[in-house]
């Protein structure tokens, strides 16, 4: 390339357009980091209202005639029992001995051939002396949209008390209850800290996927019925 060309007014030229072009970029990143940063504050904004449902003391929780328990697996990565899992069952046993709910839904994922929430929620419970009539299942709980949804579809259940840990109650009950379903939470007691590390970066996606599902994307249970 010649001195001119290196130089001359075309240089100037090429030299400005890709400057432009650059800041374009910068300010199209900045855009997309702040539209991301705003949804997911509102996204949290909006899930954290369900707050007021959730009851972390069983004297305070309502009493129900079903309890909708949200499955997660029993054993983690390396064969340990999941804390998360445990939790769970214990506090559905409580409501359960109080008489705050009757009937357990159990609703999980049976997916993959030796993986069965369901099965190992229900058979968790049972150990524990929950009679195995009270106890329904439900295996196409996928995630936490579907689990709600389904709860009246599956078994025309519109008005139940969600069981999980704190942070899920909230966000399943904001599902349930923009579908005019009249659900509560009741939270398992939490984990320890050492185990929730993953769960911090998880549940602020989830809760922005939860809005998105409900007034953006519009998405249906994997099966309705």
């Keep these: 390339m010649s001195y001119e060309e290196k130089s001359g007014p075309g240089a100037k030229v090429r030299a400005f357009a890709r400057?432009?072009?650059?800041?374009?970029?910068?300010?199209?990143?900045?855009?997309?980091?702040?539209?991301?940063?705003?949804?997911?504050?509102?996204a949290d904004h909006q899930v954290k209202k369900a707050a007021a449902f959730v009851y972390t003391r069983i004297e305070e929780a309502p009493a129900r005639e079903y309890g909708l328990l949200l499955g997660t697996s029993r054993?983690?990565?390396?064969?340990f029992l999941n804390e998360y899992f445990y939790r769970r069952i214990r506090a559905a046993v409580r409501l359960y001995r109080a008489g705050r709910v009757r009937k357990i839904i159990v609703s999980g994922d049976n997916r993959r051939k030796g993986y069965n929430e369901p099965q190992d929620m229900k058979e968790a419970l049972m150990a524990e002396g929950v009679p195995e009539g009270a106890i329904l299942m439900?295996?196409?709980?996928?995630?936490?949209?579907d689990s709600v949804v389904r709860a009246r579809n599956v078994f025309g259940v519109t008005t139940f008390t969600v069981i999980s840990q704190k942070f899920h109650c909230e966000r399943a009950v904001y599902l349930a209850r923009a579908k005019d379903l009249d659900a509560v939470g009741f939270a398992a007691e939490e984990v320890p800290a050492r185990f929730?590390?993953?769960n911090a970066?998880?549940?602020?996606?989830?809760?922005?996927?939860?809005?998105?599902?409900?007034?953006?994307?519009?998405?249906?249970?994997?099966?309705?019925?």
């Design 201 to 225: 970066f998880r549940e602020p996606l989830a809760r922005v996927k939860a809005f998105l599902d409900l007034h953006l994307l519009r998405t249906r249970p994997h099966f309705e019925k």
């Design 138 to 145: 439900d295996f196409a709980g996928f995630r936490t949209l």
């Design 196 to 198: 929730r590390f993953k």
């Design 19 to 42: 400057s432009k072009a650059v800041k374009g970029v910068l300010l199209g990143g900045a855009v997309l980091v702040l539209a991301a940063a705003v949804l997911l504050f509102w």
């Design 75 to 79: 054993v983690v990565r390396g064969g």
